[in-house]
């Protein structure tokens, strides 16, 4: 649909096209684009802090939350708890498959290892984290839940421990988590 127009002093009439539709097609266009870019992409590809922080603990949360992706590997639901008295609990679902029943199950794992003067042994629970790492080296995430009467230190330093050396990080996300 064009628009007449006639010159002055000419007695021809010129068609000139509307271009509105042509316009109205690009800016949709360039609102679809920006949806589908919104609602595709993730705060996990767009970029995160490797810490998070969650409520009372359980795999959904995690999943809610954000602070824990699922892991579909032979660990699962990785968690460091420290008791009162120093003590550090690794605990752990490792999937175990019975290949006569061509079955697969989750087996909960409990690791403990003592304290050192009442404080957490950093030096058995880096050992620890090491073979769990190798039992599922493809495992990036792990949850530490500190001793209610934890200073920031002493959280610090097992933050520290759970995470490894920067240059080649045994668990690339450590989230903190709350209660037991």
């Known amino acids: ?5 006639r010159a002055l002093g000419v007695g021809r009439a010129e068609t000139v096209p509307d271009v509105r539709p042509t316009l109205l097609g690009i800016v949709t266009l360039a609102f679809l684009l920006l949806f589908f870019l ?3 992409g993730t705060g996990w590809r767009w970029g995160t802090v490797p810490i998070g922080v969650s409520g009372q603990g359980s795999a959904a949360a995690h999943a809610v939350e954000g ?7 032979p660990v699962r ?13 690794v605990r752990f679902l490792a999937r175990t498959t ?9 087996e909960a794992r409990v690791w403990t290892l003592p304290s050192a003067g009442g404080r957490p042994d950093g030096a058995a629970l880096r ?17 530490l839940i500190p001793r209610e009467t934890a200073e920031s230190e002493e959280v610090m330093a097992l933050l520290d421990v759970l995470r490894g050396p920067d240059d080649a990080p045994t668990f690339r996300a450590v989230a903190v988590e709350t209660g037991p």
Not at 1 to 5: A, H, L, N
Not at 67 to 73: D, E, F
Not at 98 to 106: G, L, P, W
């Open 67 to 73: 602070a824990l992706p699922a892991h579909r590997g």
């Open 98 to 106: 019975d290949i006569a029943a061509a079955s697969t199950t989750d």
């Open 38 to 40: 919104l609602a595709t």
């Open 1 to 5: 649909m064009g628009s007449r127009r």
């Open 127 to 143: 050992a620890a984290i090491e073979r769990l790492h190798a039992l599922d080296p493809a495992q990036e995430h792990i949850a």
């Open 77 to 89: 639901d990785a968690r460091v708890l420290v008791l009162p008295d120093g003590t550090v609990e």
